[in-house]
């Protein structure tokens, strides 16, 4: 969808590297729910079960208790030749935008070989459990918990990209942020600018996008967004891009 950008960044990648540095240091804890084991959170969380169960001497393995707290171990990936956030976003099933909000120090457009980014916790970035909650009409459940929204909004959807074709204002936003990720395009008088809203009910069959839900912030116009409309940001080529369409989705304008 026409709005405004540069050229893309992004490469092809390689084959990744990822390793456990030395003593583990903690990512997050994790408070432990009903039916989980040791296993299923290694699992959910792309971290080594070995990692974590040196990461936690004290909890046995076999008798895993709701609410116990779990140490994650920070695991770590050494950039090869060609890589770039996005590509080792999607190799690995992380958000792009936490990844590179765990590493705030590393400029996105001078990763080099051999350098080393913190991963942040599949687990811990994977937070979107939406679902409706009894507790009242204006919540919606995200991580397990309540998040109150101003709004919910029946919408069409369709996604742009850094392509020139479709960008004449360079790689930013309305307020000159670089494009990421989580960056939408909204008619203002419909979804203010600089909400935070939670993006459900899209089927994207590239999976770049969670498939539980896009937290996302409304930084972003466009001459074509009108009335009940967004535009997603996704990264890729335009062509790629296309094959989002229009789809009809539900918008959460959530609660600061």
């Known amino acids: 969808m026409k709005r405004h950008f540069k050229k893309t960044i992004f490469a092809l990648a390689t084959g990744l590297a990822i390793t456990c540095l030395g003593t583990p240091a903690f990512a997050s804890n994790y408070q432990a729910k009903p039916q989980d084991t040791l296993w299923k959170i290694a699992n959910a969380t792309k971290i080594p079960l070995a990692s974590i169960l040196k990461a936690n001497p004290n909890i046995n393995p076999l008798n895993l208790q709701p609410g116990d707290l779990v140490n994650l171990p920070d695991l770590r990936y050494t950039v090869k030749d060609v890589d770039t956030f996005w590509i080792i976003a999607k190799r690995l099933q992380l958000p792009l935008d936490q990844l590179m909000a765990a590493n705030p120090n590393v400029d996105p457009y001078n990763l080099y070989p051999g350098l080393v980014l913190t991963l942040p916790s599949a687990l811990k ?112 080529s335009a062509q790629k891009v296309s094959r989002f369409g229009i789809q009809d989705v539900t918008v959460y304008i959530l609660e600061p």
């Open 125 to 236: 970035e994977k937070t979107v459990r939406v679902s409706s909650t009894s507790a009242s009409s204006s919540s919606i459940l995200v991580a397990g918990q309540a998040q109150p929204f101003k709004k919910k909004i029946s919408v069409k959807a369709t996604a742009y990209s850094s392509d020139p074709s479709e960008n004449g204002w360079g790689p930013i936003d309305y307020y000159g942020n670089p494009l990421k990720l989580g960056t939408i395009a909204v008619d203002p008088s419909i979804i203010p600018m600089g909400s935070k809203v939670l993006i459900t009910g899209y089927n994207e069959t590239d999976k770049d996008l969670p498939s539980d839900g896009l937290i996302a912030y409304a930084t972003d116009q466009g001459s074509e967004i009108k009335g009940n409309r967004i535009d997603i940001f996704l990264p890729g």
